[in-house]
Nanobody, 116 residues
Framework: QVQLVESGGGLVQTGGSLRLSCAGS????????MGWFRQAPGKEREFVAT????????NYANSVKGRFTISRDNAKNTVYLQMSSLKPEDTAVYYC?????????WGQGTQVTVSS
C-alpha cells in the first residue's frame, strides 16, 4: 500500500498561483491512477482532477478546467497540481488520492486559502 503526503498549500490572493505536491512512499505511485480532491468547510469532498498511471490521460472538474493542471513524475514518486487564476471559491483542504482495484488511499490534506 502507498502512503501519501501533500504539501504546498497556503494563503494566496485572488488571481494567484500555487503548486501542490503529493509525495508517495511505500509502494510507488506509478502503480496507481492518481487524483486530487478538495473539501470546503460545510461541503462534501469533491473531485478536482485525475491522471492515469502513465500520465497520458487527465480529467478535470469543470470548475477548474483551464486553470489547474495535474501532472506526475513517477521517477520522483510525486504527483502535482498546478493551480493558477485562483478564486476564493477554490478555498478548501486539498487531498491527494491513489486508486487501485483494492480501494482508494488518501493523504492527510493541505489547506489552500484564497483571499478576496
Amino acid at each position: 500500500q502507498v502512503q501519501l503526503v501533500e504539501s504546498g498549500g497556503g494563503l494566496v490572493q485572488t488571481g494567484g498561483s500555487l503548486r501542490l505536491s503529493c509525495a508517495g512512499s511505500g509502494r510507488t505511485v506509478s502503480s496507481y491512477a492518481m487524483g486530487w480532491f478538495r473539501q470546503a468547510p460545510g461541503k462534501e469532498r469533491e473531485f478536482v482532477a485525475t491522471i492515469s498511471r502513465s500520465g497520458g490521460i487527465t480529467n478535470y472538474a469543470n470548475s477548474v478546467k483551464g486553470r489547474f493542471t495535474i501532472s506526475r513524475d513517477n521517477a520522483k514518486n510525486t504527483v502535482y497540481l498546478q493551480m493558477s487564476s485562483l478564486k476564493p471559491e477554490d478555498t478548501a483542504v486539498y487531498y491527494c488520492a491513489a486508486d487501485s482495484p483494492l480501494g482508494r488511499y488518501w493523504g492527510q490534506g493541505t489547506q489552500v486559502t484564497v483571499s478576496s
